[in-house]
C-alpha cells in the first residue's frame, strides 16, 4: 500500500505513524494522487533541495493529517464526492471584515441567519489574523499567523465560528499573505537580529546595487504613499558594529512595513505549509492568495507571473489536498488575462493551481460600460479572455475593499476604434465625478504622474451615482442608480463563477466619509469604500422594499433565488458573447447540457429595442424569463429592453 513516491523506509517509517490501517490508507491513497504533483513543482523550484523539502513536508502534513478534526474529516469526503462544489450555482460569496461587520468573531456568529437569509454559502472574513499595530495595510501586515487579532477574538472563536457557518453550509474563506510579512512578524525581528536563517526568509541588500537594478523594470504599486520597492532599514545590515554599517535595504512591494519574503528558500515554504494545514484544522476552507502574482522575483523583469509562482502555488495546494481535500485556493492575481490563466493551470498544470481566481477584467469592464453606456470594449475583452479549465471557477464582483485601477488594454480599445490611454483617463474623470454630468461619487487613489494613472476609490451605490441622486432628491436618477446597481450585479450572478457580494452593497450603502477621521486610515481613501454595516438599515430595508436600499437588497435576494435555481449557471461551462445588434447590449450564451441560456444586458438609461429573430436563432420561439419568471413569444418582431434591464432567457420547453 505505500506509496510508490517515497523510499521503502521512508514510506515505512510513515506507515508507523498510524494506528489505524484505513486512515493510513486514505493518506497513502492521496499521496499517490497529489505527490507527484507536489515533488515535481519543488524539484521546479527547489532543484537538488527538493527531495529533502519533501520529507519535511512530509512530517508537517502527517501532524496536520492525524491532529485533523473528525467532522472536518467527514467535510473532506463530502467534497471528494463533489468535487465541483464551488462551481455550483449555489455557492453565493460575501465579503466582510469582522470588526465592521458585528464588532467580533462572536459577533459574526450572532449575524450568521442574516447571511443564511441572504443566500450566503461562502463567506470571506477580511484580514483577521495578528497585524502589527497602527498602520497595517487593513490587516495585510500580519504579525503573526498563528494568533487572531486580539480585538476580534482567539483562534478557538475562528474554529467555533467555522463550526457554525459549516453547519449552515456556508465555507469560511480566510486570507493567507504570501508575497510579506509585518516588519514585527517574529522572522523579521530575528532577521534583525542579525540571525542568518531568518535573514535568508527576506530579501536584503547591503547597497542600492540590486535594488537599482530591479527598479529600472518594476512597476509601483503604491506610488503615492509607498514610491518604490525597497525601503532602507536602519537595523538590518549584516555587519553589526558601526563601521560596517548596520543598515540595508528591504524588498517592500506594498509599504515599506511589509517585507517581501524571500520564496527561494524553501524553509519559507515549509512555515506556509504548516500554517495553512493548521488554519484548515481550524476550519478555513478557502485561502484567499493575496498578491501572490509577486512572490517571486526575477532581474529584468517586472517580478510578477513568474512560472515559479504557479509551482509554489501547485505545491503548496497538492500537500492542502493530501490533508484537506475539502480546501481551495483563490489566487488574488490582479493581472492582465494572459498571464491570470496560468494561476488556474494551462499545459501540465492545467486545472492544478488555484480552483478560482478574481475576474478583476470583467469587474473593469461593467464600470467601463456603465460610464459610455456601450458594451463593444468589453464584448472584446471577454471575447479575447483565454477560457479557463473547466474544473475551475471565476470570483466576480462589482465592488471590493480595493480600488478599482482601469486595467483596458490598448489592444482591445484599439480593436474597438477607441485609445486605450483616452479611454482610462475618460474612466478617471466619470468614476471622480469630474466628466461633465457623471452620476459618480469617487475618489481618485494613488495618482501616478509617471503614467497618468488615477485608480478609483468609492462604493458601488456611489460609484453608480445613488449618493448624488439621493442628494438632489432626483426620483428618476435614484431610480437608474437602483438599475445600475441591480445591473451590475445580475451579471456577476450570471456569468458562470462565484459572486462576491461586498458588505454594505446588498443595502446600497454610499462612501463613508468619515474614514478620514481615523488616523490610521485618513492617509488611504480606499476606506470610504469599507463602511461599517448598518444594521438598522438592514432591518429597515424588509419593512420598506419600495426604499432605494430596500429595492436593491429585495432586487439581489430575488436575483440570488434565482440563480441558485438555474443549473445553466454551474462555473464549469463559459459564458460566450454573442454579437450585439445594438452596442449599449451585451448578449452572453452559455450552453448547457439542459440547454442554452441566453442573458441580455441592457447598459444604458434608454430603451432599446432588439429584433426578436437573432433571439430566436438561439431559443426557438417561445422563451422563458428566470429573472422575471415571465414568458416570452420571439414570434413578435421586437423585444423591448427598458433602461439597465437584464434578461436570463431559456427556451420555454426545458421549463415545462
Ligand atoms: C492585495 C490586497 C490589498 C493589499 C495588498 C497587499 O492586493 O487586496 O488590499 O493592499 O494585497 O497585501
Same mark, same amino acid.
Given at each position: 500500500?505505500?506509496?510508490?513516491?517515497?523510499?521503502?523506509?521512508?514510506?515505512?517509517?510513515?506507515?508507523?505513524?498510524?494506528?489505524?490501517?484505513?486512515?493510513?490508507? %486514505?493518506?497513502?491513497?492521496?499521496?499517490?494522487?497529489?505527490?507527484?504533483?507536489?515533488?515535481?513543482?519543488?524539484?521546479?523550484?527547489?532543484?537538488?533541495?527538493?527531495?529533502?523539502?519533501?520529507?519535511?513536508?512530509?512530517?508537517?502534513?502527517?501532524?496536520?493529517?492525524?491532529?485533523?478534526?473528525?467532522?472536518?474529516?467527514?467535510?473532506?469526503?463530502?467534497?471528494?464526492?463533489?468535487?465541483?462544489?464551488?462551481?455550483?450555482?449555489?455557492?453565493?460569496?460575501?465579503?466582510?471584515?469582522?470588526?465592521?461587520?458585528?464588532?467580533?468573531?462572536?459577533?459574526?456568529?450572532?449575524?450568521?441567519?442574516?447571511?443564511?437569509?441572504?443566500?450566503?454559502?461562502?463567506?470571506? !472574513?477580511?484580514?483577521?489574523?495578528?497585524?502589527?499595530?497602527?498602520?497595517?495595510?487593513? *490587516?495585510?501586515?500580519?504579525?503573526?499567523?498563528?494568533?487572531?487579532?486580539?480585538?476580534?477574538?482567539?483562534?478557538?472563536?475562528?474554529?467555533?465560528?467555522?463550526?457554525?457557518?459549516?453547519?449552515?453550509?456556508?465555507?469560511?474563506?480566510?486570507?493567507?499573505?504570501?508575497?510579506?510579512?509585518?516588519?514585527?512578524?517574529?522572522?523579521?525581528?530575528?532577521?534583525?537580529?542579525?540571525?542568518?536563517?531568518?535573514?535568508?526568509?527576506?530579501?536584503?541588500?547591503?547597497?542600492?546595487?540590486?535594488?537599482?537594478?530591479?527598479? %529600472?523594470?518594476?512597476?509601483?504599486?503604491?506610488?503615492?504613499?509607498?514610491?518604490?520597492?525597497?525601503?532602507?532599514?536602519?537595523?538590518?545590515?549584516?555587519?553589526?558594529?558601526?563601521?560596517?554599517?548596520?543598515?540595508?535595504?528591504?524588498?517592500?512591494?506594498?509599504?515599506?512595513?511589509?517585507?517581501?519574503?524571500?520564496?527561494?528558500?524553501?524553509?519559507?515554504?515549509?512555515?506556509?505549509?504548516?500554517?495553512?494545514?493548521?488554519?484548515?484544522?481550524?476550519?478555513?476552507?478557502?485561502?484567499?492568495?493575496?498578491?501572490?502574482?509577486?512572490?517571486?522575483?526575477?532581474?529584468?523583469?517586472?517580478?510578477?507571473?513568474?512560472?515559479?509562482?504557479?509551482?509554489?502555488?501547485?505545491?503548496?495546494?497538492?500537500?492542502?489536498?493530501?490533508?484537506?481535500?475539502?480546501?481551495?485556493?483563490?489566487?488574488?492575481?490582479?493581472?492582465?488575462?494572459?498571464?491570470?490563466?496560468?494561476?488556474?493551470?494551462?499545459?501540465?498544470?492545467?486545472?492544478?493551481?488555484?480552483?478560482?481566481?478574481?475576474?478583476?477584467?470583467?469587474?473593469?469592464?461593467?464600470?467601463?460600460?456603465?460610464?459610455?453606456?456601450?458594451?463593444?470594449?468589453?464584448?472584446?475583452?471577454?471575447?479575447?479572455?483565454?477560457?479557463?479549465?473547466?474544473?475551475? %471557477?471565476?470570483?466576480?464582483?462589482?465592488?471590493?475593499?480595493?480600488?478599482?485601477?482601469?486595467?483596458?488594454?490598448?489592444?482591445?480599445?484599439?480593436?474597438?476604434?477607441?485609445?486605450?490611454?483616452?479611454?482610462?483617463?475618460?474612466?478617471?474623470?466619470?468614476?471622480?465625478?469630474?466628466?461633465?454630468?457623471?452620476?459618480?461619487?469617487?475618489?481618485?487613489?494613488?495618482?501616478?504622474?509617471?503614467?497618468?494613472?488615477?485608480?478609483?476609490?468609492?462604493?458601488?451605490?456611489?460609484?453608480?451615482?445613488?449618493?448624488?441622486?439621493?442628494?438632489? *432628491?432626483?426620483?428618476?436618477?435614484?431610480?437608474?442608480?437602483?438599475?445600475?446597481?441591480?445591473?451590475?450585479?445580475?451579471?456577476?450572478? *450570471?456569468?458562470?463563477?462565484?459572486?462576491?457580494?461586498?458588505?454594505?452593497?446588498?443595502?446600497?450603502?454610499?462612501?463613508?466619509?468619515?474614514?478620514?477621521?481615523?488616523?490610521?486610515?485618513?492617509?488611504?481613501?480606499?476606506?470610504?469604500?469599507?463602511?461599517?454595516?448598518?444594521?438598522?438599515?438592514?432591518?429597515?430595508?424588509?419593512?420598506?422594499?419600495?426604499?432605494?436600499?430596500?429595492?436593491?437588497?429585495?432586487?439581489?435576494?430575488?436575483?440570488?433565488?434565482?440563480?441558485?435555481?438555474?443549473?445553466?449557471?454551474?462555473?464549469?461551462?463559459?459564458?460566450?458573447?454573442?454579437?450585439?445588434?445594438?452596442?449599449?447590449?451585451?448578449?452572453?450564451?452559455?450552453?448547457?447540457?439542459?440547454?442554452?441560456?441566453?442573458?441580455?444586458?441592457?447598459?444604458?438609461?434608454?430603451?432599446?429595442?432588439?429584433?426578436?429573430?437573432? !433571439?430566436?436563432?438561439?431559443?426557438?420561439?417561445?422563451?422563458?424569463?428566470?429573472?422575471?419568471?415571465?414568458?416570452?413569444?420571439? %414570434?413578435?418582431?421586437?423585444?423591448?429592453?427598458?433602461?439597465?434591464?437584464?434578461?436570463?432567457?431559456?427556451?420555454?420547453?426545458?421549463?415545462?
Amino acid at each position: 500500500m505505500p506509496s510508490t513516491l517515497l523510499k521503502p523506509e521512508v514510506a515505512e517509517r510513515l506507515r508507523l505513524a498510524f494506528d489505524d490501517d484505513r486512515d493510513a490508507e %486514505t493518506f497513502f491513497l492521496r499521496l499517490d494522487r497529489y505527490g507527484p504533483e507536489l515533488l515535481d513543482s519543488l524539484r521546479a523550484v527547489y532543484r537538488e533541495r527538493a527531495d529533502v523539502l519533501l520529507e519535511r513536508l512530509l512530517e508537517i502534513m502527517l501532524h496536520a493529517y492525524h491532529t485533523r478534526p473528525a467532522d472536518l474529516k467527514r467535510l473532506d469526503e463530502a467534497r471528494l464526492l463533489s468535487p465541483d462544489w464551488l462551481q455550483s450555482p449555489r455557492m453565493v460569496g460575501y465579503v466582510a471584515y469582522a470588526d465592521r461587520f458585528a464588532g467580533t468573531l462572536r459577533g459574526v456568529q450572532t449575524h450568521v441567519d442574516y447571511l443564511e437569509g441572504l443566500g450566503v454559502t461562502y463567506l470571506h !472574513l477580511m484580514p483577521l489574523l495578528r497585524p502589527r499595530d497602527g498602520e497595517n495595510d487593513g *490587516g495585510y501586515a500580519v504579525a503573526d499567523y498563528r494568533s487572531v487579532r486580539p480585538d476580534l477574538g482567539s483562534l478557538d472563536d475562528l474554529s467555533a465560528l467555522a463550526r457554525d457557518l459549516r453547519s449552515r453550509g456556508i465555507s469560511l474563506v480566510l486570507d493567507l499573505v504570501l508575497n510579506h510579512v509585518a516588519r514585527e512578524h517574529e522572522w523579521a525581528e530575528r532577521a534583525r537580529a542579525g540571525e542568518d536563517q531568518y535573514r535568508d526568509y527576506f530579501h536584503l541588500f547591503a547597497d542600492r546595487g540590486l535594488p537599482d537594478a530591479y527598479e %529600472t523594470t518594476l512597476p509601483e504599486v503604491f506610488p503615492d504613499f509607498a514610491p518604490g520597492n525597497f525601503t532602507w532599514d536602519p537595523e538590518v545590515g549584516e555587519g553589526q558594529d558601526a563601521e560596517e554599517g548596520a543598515g540595508g535595504w528591504v524588498w517592500t512591494t506594498f509599504n515599506t512595513y511589509q517585507w517581501d519574503l524571500n520564496w527561494g528558500n524553501p524553509d519559507v515554504l515549509a512555515e506556509f505549509v504548516d500554517i495553512i494545514l493548521n488554519l484548515a484544522n481550524r476550519g478555513v476552507e478557502v485561502f484567499r492568495l493575496d498578491a501572490i502574482a509577486f512572490i517571486w522575483k526575477r532581474l529584468g523583469t517586472n517580478s510578477q507571473n513568474q512560472p515559479e509562482v504557479h509551482h509554489l502555488t501547485r505545491a503548496l495546494r497538492a500537500a492542502a489536498r493530501i490533508v484537506a481535500p475539502a480546501v481551495a485556493f483563490k489566487a488574488e492575481a490582479i493581472v492582465a488575462p494572459g498571464d491570470l490563466i496560468h494561476y488556474l493551470g494551462s499545459g501540465t498544470h492545467h486545472g492544478r493551481v488555484s480552483d478560482m481566481a478574481y475576474h478583476n477584467s470583467l469587474m473593469v469592464q461593467l464600470w467601463s460600460s456603465l460610464a459610455s453606456r456601450d458594451t463593444r470594449l468589453m464584448e472584446e475583452a471577454l471575447r479575447a479572455f483565454p477560457p479557463k479549465p473547466a474544473n475551475t %471557477t471565476w470570483g466576480l464582483y462589482v465592488r471590493c475593499h480595493d480600488d478599482i485601477g482601469w486595467a483596458i488594454s490598448d489592444t482591445d480599445a484599439a480593436r474597438v476604434g477607441i485609445s486605450g490611454p483616452g479611454h482610462r483617463h475618460f474612466l478617471s474623470d466619470f468614476y471622480s465625478g469630474e466628466f461633465p454630468g457623471s452620476f459618480a461619487r469617487g475618489l481618485v487613489f494613488q495618482f501616478n504622474p509617471a503614467t497618468g494613472d488615477r485608480r478609483i476609490s468609492g462604493s458601488a451605490a456611489s460609484l453608480a451615482g445613488l449618493e448624488t441622486a439621493l442628494e438632489d *432628491g432626483d426620483e428618476i436618477q435614484i431610480e437608474l442608480a437602483v438599475q445600475r446597481l441591480l445591473l451590475l450585479h445580475t451579471v456577476i450572478l *450570471g456569468f458562470g463563477g462565484v459572486p462576491l457580494l461586498y458588505m454594505g452593497d446588498e443595502l446600497a450603502l454610499p462612501n463613508d466619509s468619515g474614514y478620514a477621521d481615523t488616523t490610521e486610515h485618513a492617509a488611504d481613501n480606499r476606506w470610504v469604500h469599507r463602511p461599517r454595516m448598518d444594521w438598522a438599515l438592514a432591518q429597515e430595508v424588509q419593512a420598506h422594499p419600495d426604499t432605494p436600499a430596500g429595492q436593491v437588497n429585495a432586487g439581489l435576494r430575488c436575483r440570488i433565488a434565482v440563480r441558485k435555481g438555474l443549473p445553466h449557471l454551474h462555473a464549469s461551462i463559459e459564458s460566450s458573447v454573442i454579437a450585439s445588434p445594438d452596442p449599449r447590449v451585451l448578449l452572453l450564451r452559455r450552453d448547457h447540457p439542459l440547454g442554452v441560456l441566453l442573458e441580455i444586458y441592457n447598459f444604458s438609461e434608454e430603451r432599446v429595442v432588439l429584433p426578436a429573430f437573432l !433571439l430566436r436563432s438561439h431559443l426557438g420561439e417561445d422563451a422563458h424569463d428566470a429573472l422575471s419568471g415571465s414568458a416570452l413569444h420571439l %414570434t413578435r418582431p421586437t423585444l423591448t429592453l427598458t433602461p439597465y434591464r437584464a434578461m436570463w432567457l431559456t427556451a420555454a420547453e426545458v421549463n415545462a
